[in-house]
Structure formats: structure tokens, C-alpha cells
């Protein structure tokens, strides 16, 4: 039946409902109400005093909604996880405020004004910070969304074992894939002037920073990679077979981001290859050539890294499927 | 997930549990929510609307009952019936609650 107050308590508890089931718990709803009113009146038509018993008999509307979201989602990151995220957390800012304090300084060092710097230091600090903490915090709800579940009423006899000292993944490793990676993400974008060379006393830059930088794209999403990889490490402990096919899909997507990053023909500064083509002559003129094919040269360099990566990964994770 | 890890989580919220059996006893035929609620009050317990209709959707999501929709009547209801699965279920939550009430009652009786 229609009436004011049973549309007004109908809405308030779809508000607070998920988007699939509002229409289906609606109508269960409003089949409910209109039982309970015929059981109270029979024939007659309810009145507003019959209509408020009913609705206050069912509770307030927020209490009904909540009650139908499964516990579950009721956490972004929840217990199991949060620990480990606020670890990341604090290692995440601490590498944005010593990159980015690096990069003022180096850049002091090389003629910038220092009240200058010292304002655009505060100015990056807290946009970087936002920015790696929202990435942080979206990695873990990921994880924790589709992540491993924590099994509850194992036996004892499927408790993982004890990883061996050498099978551990130390803390220190985990700290060294997230710093790297921030530290990585915040040259490339923050300072991707620091590679160059000086010639007749001015710094000249190998890589072209407005195109370096128009990619930082690409850059964060390698950051963003290393560090759920890193971060997945840490919570396996060990390499387990899953860890291992992440860590390979993880190694090939880096790849392909590098990849594009450094086919980019604009990336190498061309002033820097003229400089050193004049400086440099006869026999080492190999040099400028590496230099002119920087991003091949880098290409190459990381590829061979990453099947290093690859393989190892590949081994142990046979291995540990073995165990 | 299997019958295992369903009756772990069961046994270990007892007061949900009873409910849940309650339910499960009263779907013997089809029935919608407010049926079950008159029904399951004619024993003696009374049980919330805004307990019932969630548990009922989680109960269909773990494959226990299915719904449909009844739109011939005067008004549209949403029935529920069990299914093989639910009775299964059914049949060892009661012979557990028999033995556990049995149990109970010895440690009380004494």
C-alpha cells in the first residue's frame, strides 16, 4: 500500500543496501509490510498509528540494511592485512621524503636557489605522499579482495611448514623492493635529470626530462608493480608457487613497460650525444654510439635482468610445488 | 564450499545456528518470509524480519534453498524452498543438535 512513511522507510533502507539485491529486497520488503498490516487490520484499511507499530516493529531501516551486507565486505583492508599495510605505509613515506629530499639537494648543489628548493620540497611532499599512499592503499584492497584467504579449522597436519633460514623471505628484502621501487619512481618522474655529465662545466642531462617525465606513467605503473611484489613476498614468507607465477606475470608486464618506455625516441637527449661526440673520438667513439642508443642499450640490460628474475622464479616455484 | 566447512561455521555460532535450524525444519514445504516467520512462532520462537530475510538470502547463496518469485497471486511473494544440498544439511545439523543436546543435558542434568 502506498503511504508516505512506509515509502520513506523503504528508501532509507535501500539507501544502505548493495546495488544487486535493492530491487529484490524492496519488494521482499513492501510484501512484508503489507502482511504484517493485513495481520494487524485484516480488511480495514491501516491507519498511521498501524502503519508506525509496524515500521518501528521492524527496527530502525539502517540496522535492516546493514544486516544484509555479508561481514566480509564491511573492511577495505581488514585485520590480517592492515598490520602489514601500515609497515608498508611507513616505508613508503619515509623513501618520498628521502627521495625527494635528495633530488632538492642535488639540485642546490648544482645552482638552484636554496629557499627555492626548499619550498618546492614541501610543495612535492605532500602531493608524493598522497599519491604513494592512495597506490599503497589501493594495492592492499586488491589483495584483499582476491588474496589468499587465511584458512580457519586447518589440521594440524596442514599447517604450512617452517620455511628453512635460506627459504625465508627476510624483512630486509621486502625493504629493499619497496625502497628501490619508490626510489626508482621518484628519479624518473621527480628528477630525471640526475643522469649526465658535465661538459665545459655545465650539467647536461643524458635523458630529455619533459619527455622523461610526460611517461610517468609508465613509471608508476613498474613502482606499483615492484611494490605489490614486494609486499606479496613479504606476507607469503617464502616462495610459494603462487608468489612465483605472480612474481613472472609481474617481471613480464615490468618488461613491457620498459620496453615502451625506452623505444621512445625522444627520450635521449640529443645535446647530451652531441656534447659527448665531441669530446670523444677514434676508438671510443663506441661510446657515443651506446649513448645514442641508450634505450636499446637499457632495453637489453633490464631483459636480461628480468630472465634472470624469470627463471629463478620459475625454478624455485617448481621447487616449492614439489615440497 | 563443502558440507565441512558450512557445519564448522554452524556449530560454532550456536544461537545463529538454531535459527538456521529452525528455518530448515519449517521449509519442509514452501514458504515465504513471513509464513516462515508465523510458522516458526507457532513453536514458541520468535524470530526478527531483520534477522530472517538476510539469513534466508545467505542461506540461498550457499546453495541451501532457492527462490522464486510468485507473481500469480493478489500479491507478489518470494518463496523459498530447500534443496537436496539443504536437506542433507538439515538432516546432520539436527542429528548434531540431538547429540549435543544430549551432552548438554548430562553436564546440566549432573
Not at chain 1, 97 to 125: C, Q
Request: net charge negative.
Amino acid at each position: 500500500m502506498q503511504h508516505d512513511l512506509i515509502e520513506r522507510y523503504i528508501y532509507a533502507v535501500k539507501r544502505g543496501l548493495p546495488q544487486k539485491i535493492k530491487a529484490d529486497v524492496e519488494q521482499e520488503l513492501r510484501s512484508h509490510i503489507s502482511d504484517m498490516l493485513s495481520d494487524r487490520t485484516g480488511d480495514v484499511l491501516p491507519t498511521d498509528t498501524d502503519v508506525r507499530v509496524v515500521l518501528t516493529e521492524l527496527g530502525p531501516p539502517k540496522e535492516l540494511a546493514e544486516k544484509y551486507s555479508p561481514d566480509k565486505q564491511k573492511a577495505l583492508i581488514s585485520g590480517t592485512y592492515f598490520t602489514t599495510y601500515k609497515f608498508v605505509l611507513k616505508i613508503v613515506a619515509l623513501c618520498v621524503v628521502f627521495g625527494l629530499l635528495v633530488s632538492n639537494i642535488i639540485e642546490i648543489i648544482f645552482g638552484a636557489v636554496w629557499y627555492e628548493e626548499i619550498l618546492d620540497f614541501f610543495a612535492s611532499i605532500i602531493l608524493s605522499l598522497l599519491t604513494s599512499f592512495s597506490i599503497v592503499t589501493l594495492i592492499f584492497a586488491v589483495f584483499e579482495r582476491r588474496g589468499i584467504k587465511i584458512e580457519t579449522g586447518l589440521g594440524l597436519d596442514d599447517l604450512p611448514t617452517v620455511p628453512k633460514k635460506n627459504e625465508e623471505i627476510k624483512i630486509g628484502e621486502t625493504i629493499t623492493g619497496i625502497a628501490f621501487s619508490v626510489v626508482f619512481c621518484i628519479v624518473f618522474i621527480a628528477f630525471p635529470g640526475i643522469m649526465g655529465g658535465f661538459f665545459d662545466g655545465v650539467f647536461i642531462p643524458l635523458l630529455n626530462i619533459e619527455v622523461a617525465r610526460s611517461m610517468w606513467y609508465l613509471t608508476l605503473a613498474m613502482t606499483v608493480i615492484g611494490i605489490a611484489k614486494a609486499v606479496y613476498g613479504m606476507h607469503e614468507g617464502r616462495y610459494t608457487p603462487a608468489l612465483c607465477v605472480f612474481s613472472v606475470i609481474a617481471d613480464v608486464i615490468s618488461f613491457a613497460l620498459t620496453f615502451v618506455f625506452f623505444s621512445n625516441g625522444a627520450l635521449i637527449n640529443q645535446e647530451f650525444i652531441g656534447f659527448l661526440a665531441k669530446i670523444i673520438e677514434g676508438d671510443a667513439a663506441i661510446v657515443t654510439t651506446i649513448f645514442e642508443n641508450f634505450g636499446m642499450f637499457m632495453i637489453v640490460i633490464i631483459s636480461f635482468a628480468l630472465v634472470i628474475d624469470i627463471t629463478e622464479m620459475i625454478v624455485k616455484g617448481v621447487r616449492a610445488s614439489r615440497a | 564450499m563443502d558440507k565441512q566447512e558450512i557445519v564448522s561455521s554452524f556449530i560454532s555460532e550456536l544461537r545463529r545456528g538454531v535459527i538456521v535450524l529452525l528455518v530448515l525444519s519449517s521449509l519442509h514445504t514452501e514458504q515465504y518470509g513471513y509464513s516462515l516467520i508465523t510458522e516458526i512462532e507457532k513453536g514458541g520462537v520468535s524470530i526478527e524480519a531483520n534477522t530472517l530475510y538476510p539469513l534466508l538470502r545467505r542461506l540461498e547463496s550457499q546453495g541451501l534453498l532457492t527462490s522464486t518469485w510468485n507473481t500469480d497471486a493478489a500479491k507478489p511473494r518470494k518463496y523459498y524452498e530447500i534443496t537436496d544440498f539443504g536437506r542433507d544439511v538439515y538432516e546432520t545439523l539436527r542429528r548434531h543438535w540431538h547429540s549435543t543436546v544430549e551432552g548438554i543435558n548430562k553436564i546440566l542434568g549432573d
